[in-house]
């Protein structure tokens, strides 16, 4: 595991679960990683190791910063940082924590998986965030999706049909079903207006979704407080730009629209609503 350097070398433990976000094509308005962030200061996890980053960036594209500790320069490079801690349950848990490759995706997911797997690691949780026509005070709408069957049964889940493009969490997603792990993705929904604008309440939905997951009540934070200011903030901005104000009114009637549409449908087609309830009370029932 030449990529990967520990600083500390932990035994591998039961059931342990792995958290996996990068900053880039997949985190719309800073949601994945800073959910990540959210979880691992929540989970308590400690630095045990970091990814090389010099054969997977290209440095021109992801520079390297300089700093200045006690008087000397220091530099700072893109490195994903590798963290264990615990969930309430006992249970460990790994977070990766980075910025997207640029290079050798499939080397770069081989030495996660190489590390998950010294770690115990049974299940992998990618976080991801995508641009989508909602509205700044909309609930955020979180998608997951899994390579379990049971998985998908027991949580309201579904195996994603996505084609098209994808970013280090769809191939690396695709990597551990192959590894044999379990994966499941979560992905939350972020304005197109306003994505150049972090949104604490897109990772806060992540967060939760991910401790709903998990069976853990997270409980009030920092990013709650963060959440409820984003949206007088968004607010504020809408207000203040007349294009912005126009085109959310419009996000706005064309889901008051679709909501008509929606209940219109169910009043013709009473049988089918009856089919899907059916279908969810029988999932609850125990095995």
Known sequence: MGHLEWLERPEPGKD???IAAFSGW???GDAATESAKYLRRRFRCHPVAHIDPEYFYDFASVRPSVQV???????????PDVRIGEVDDGRPVVTV????PRLRWRTFCDVIIEMAESLGVSTVVTLGALL???HHNAPVNVVGASNNTALNLNMGLR????E??????GVLNDACHRAGFDSVSFWATVPTYVHNYPSPKAALALAERVGQFLGVTLGESELHSA???YGRQIDELVAGDDTLAQYAQQILEESAAEAVEDFSEMVENPDGLIDELEQFLRQQEPD
Request: aromatic content about 6%; glycine content about 10%; charged content about 20%.
């Open 132 to 134: 989508t026509d909602t």
């Open 159 to 162: 195996q994603s049909t996505y």
């Open 97 to 100: 924590l980075g910025v997207e």
């Open 16 to 18: 342990t679960i792995l």
């Open 26 to 28: 997949n985190d719309a």
């Open 164 to 169: 098209g493009p994808t970013g280090i969490i």
């Open 69 to 79: 500790v006690e008087g000397e320069r220091k530099i700072d490079w893109p490195t």
């Open 227 to 229: 959440a409820a200011n």
